[in-house]
Each structure stands twice: as C-alpha cells, then as structure tokens.
C-alpha cells in the first residue's frame, strides 16, 4: 500500500482527510506546525482523535510537528518515510487575516510550497495533490467559474499566493514529471471546521446572541461546500495522478491542463447559496434568531463564488453532493457537542 504524506494533517481538510485514507488502509504521515493563527486547542482534539483511532483500530499513523519552511528537516523525513504520494493542504489560510500579516503568507504559501515541490522532484513522488483555493479567481464576474477561465486579477495576497502555487507546480510538472493536480476549495464547511471562517462565526454569535457582520449588505453568495464531498473526491484524486493532455494546443492553450503532467480543478458546489440563505438556515437548526449588522464590503472579499464542476467530474466520474440543510444539520450537531 502507498504511503501518503499529508501536510496540514491537522487543519479542517487534513484533518479529514487522514481519517479517511486510514480507514481505506494508507500508511499516512501527517506533517503541521500547529501554528496560532486559530484555537490551537482544536487542532490538538483533531490530532487526539487521529491518535485514538489509528491506536485502537492499528492503523498505520505518523505525526511530526514540523514547519514546511525548515527544508533540510522536510529532506530527512522524505528520505526516511519515503511517500509515494503527498497531499499538500499546508498553508496560511485566510483572505482577511492576509491584510493584517502578509508575510506569514510569504513564507508558509511561498517558502514551505516550494521546499515541497523541491522533494517531491527529489524523491520521486507519483502523485501530489496540493491546496489552491476558489479565491484565484478574484475580480472574475463570470460565474460559474470554470477552470479555463483567466485568473490574472486576484484581490488579496492569499490568492495571489495560491495562484503563484499552481504556476511553480506547473513548472515543476513540466522539468521533473511531477505528476500534480491543483484543488481550487470553494469554501469549505462541516464538523471540525475552521474558527475563522462564516460557518463557525456565525453560529457562536447566533448561539452567544452576539450580533454577526453581514457585508455588502448580505448581496453576497458562496458555493458552500460540505468537508465530506471534499474527501470523496480526494479518494478518488489519489488514485488517479495527473498526465499530459495529448490535446493541449499551445497555440490555445487550456488554462487547467497542459503537456505536462499537470491538472487544475474545482471542488466546489456547482450551486452557489445565497449569504442570507446560509443564515436563516443556521437560525432554523439553532432555533435562534441572528442579531443581524449590515456593512460595506471588506478589502479583498469578492461578491459570488460558484464553482463549474464539469471538469472533475469528467476525470473520477459523478458523485452526489450533501445538500445545505444536510450539511448544516451535521455542523450544527458537532458544534453543540463539541462546544457545549
């Protein structure tokens, strides 16, 4: 069975994603810095759960606390645990946050991406899947957003960050053969998630009857995506490496494919919700009205993200998507668990 390395092992998605390749049977090393940035607590009961599971069911579990941007140390653990496929969803996260401290973004996106890419050619990974984000799109008004579509205007630093990610595993793909598949996130939600991010926002608010800030007035709209449609496809990705398309024109080239072994897809919700929509239906599933404040639109905050999903439905076939009300239920039930 493959080894598979997961950076990131203990955020939202690595999180998820290193219970379910345990549970398919790979051996999985999860690398993660356990940074600050958010409830550093949450990422440790993440961690505690993986630790639990892999013990009780013997499954074939690695944990290393490690920052991407100490390459001789991401060297010697390539060299000794020698993955055959890596998973990296290891970044600064957030839009806003990028306004506030730029070169964490810098040095985690940039630095840790390219030691990365750096042992990937050195060892010879077959597969790597890494984290970009739905945020490549930027001032892009044309929805549903579709891979082949130009993303040269982004409107915040972390996009502008996961953009350069997929030019530098292009380049990568196309001197070494690394076989590498860029996932665009469209915001992504369910248990375990993200503190920083709308879902967990808003229902501490809603649940503390603390007012939440509704921007552009509420005129806003996400492809909210459920964590376990993510993970589907994230099985069925690492099974399937990218490869040349034997179709690509140079003369009119495909931004999401190439002649080399590189391939750039949405995971997203082909159906964009409305932000207001999302709202109510927290306040239905935790029976509490929000304090609602109406605010202008935030520096680097985009109106509407949909995500065009033909692509990767075309290279590991159709699945079925969990619907909002599903989705929200699920949240709801672990945040009342987990926070009482």
């Not at 759960?49 to 944990?63: E, G």
Request: charged content about 20%.
């Amino acid at each position: 069975m493959n080894n598979i390395l997961v950076t990131g092992a203990a955020g939202f998605i690595g999180f998820h994603a290193s219970l379910a390749f345990l549970k398919k049977g790979y051996s999985v090393l999860g690398i993660d810095n356990l940074n600050e940035y958010y409830d550093i607590n949450l990422k440790q009961k993440r961690l505690e759960i993986l630790n639990k599971k892999a013990k009780s069911c013997s499954y074939d579990w690695t944990f290393i606390q490690e920052d991407l941007i100490n390459k001789d140390l991401l060297v010697d653990i390539f060299k000794k645990y020698n993955p055959s496929i890596v998973v990296n969803l290891a970044a600064q996260a957030g839009v806003r946050y990028s306004l506030e401290n730029p070169y964490a973004y810098i040095s985690s996106n940039i630095i840790g991406f390219s030691n990365i890419l750096e042992c990937c050619k050195i060892f010879k990974v077959k597969n790597h899947l890494y984290a970009s984000s739905s945020s490549v799109y930027g001032g892009n008004s044309k929805t549903p957003f579709s891979e082949i579509d130009e993303v040269n205007h982004p409107v915040s630093l972390y996009a502008a960050t996961k953009r350069s990610n997929e030019l530098m595993a292009h380049v990568y793909s196309h001197l070494y053969g690394i076989p590498s598949t860029g996932l665009r996130f469209f915001t992504v939600y369910g248990p375990w998630g993200r503190p920083d991010m709308a879902p967990m926002i808003f229902a501490d608010a809603i649940i503390n009857h603390k007012s939440i800030n509704i921007y552009n007035y509420g005129k806003m709209s996400r492809s909210f995506t459920y964590i376990d449609d993510v993970i589907e496809l994230l099985l069925r990705l690492i099974k399937k490496p990218a490869f040349p398309d034997e179709n690509f024109s140079q003369y009119s080239p495909n931004p999401s494919t190439s002649w080399s072994p590189h391939r750039i897809f949405n995971i997203g919700n082909k159906k964009s919700i409305n932000l207001m929509d999302f709202i109510s239906c927290l306040e239905k599933e935790l029976e509490i009205k929000a304090i609602k404040e109406f605010k202008d639109m935030q520096l680097g905050d985009v109106k509407e993200t949909q995500a065009e999903n033909k692509k990767i439905i075309s290279w590991v076939g159709d699945y079925k998507e969990t619907s909002l009300s599903k989705g929200i239920k699920n949240f709801v039930d672990w945040y009342k668990a987990y926070y009482g």
